[in-house]
């Protein structure tokens, strides 16, 4: 990450857990190049703003496939028992393509990557679950 504040002139501040003091490990360059402020911009999401506390490393980011796991997870409690057809009918994924997203959801899913999903298979019909840990859970992710 310090690399790529440091080539892109993105300031960088770093906070004395102890002391509270604030240092500015590396000054922002003022730059005239608008295009690259309005390209991190439109990547950026919600989430990117409170997913993690500032500064950890151990998988606190935010990634495209969180995101579509998140949106995995919405709609099986939803709709629990949901069909992966109707699932595809709904989400909103990162996947190229729609073959892709089904063919790696089963994958994921059937590994238990996908927390608080389980899938179930009934014949050729794929069905998604929440997990019995997310069975009663309100909590959104």
Known sequence: MHWLCKRSGIGWFTVDEKSGD?????????RRDARLVESLRSKLTEQHKDFA????????????????????????????????KELMGSLKH?????????????Y????????????????RLVHLFPSEDEIGTDAEE
């Open 108 to 123: 994921w899913a059937d590994r238990g990557k996908i927390r608080g999903v389980r899938l179930e298979r009934k014949g």
């Open 22 to 30: 604030v240092m500015q490990t590396y000054s922002p360059r003022f």
């Open 53 to 84: 506390a500032a500064g950890s490393q151990a998988g606190g980011y935010w990634t495209p496939f969180k995101e579509t796991c998140g949106e995995v997870l919405r709609l099986v409690r939803q709709k629990p028992g949901i069909t992966l």
């Open 94 to 106: 990162h996947y190229s393509s729609n073959a892709s997203a089904r063919s790696s959801l089963i």
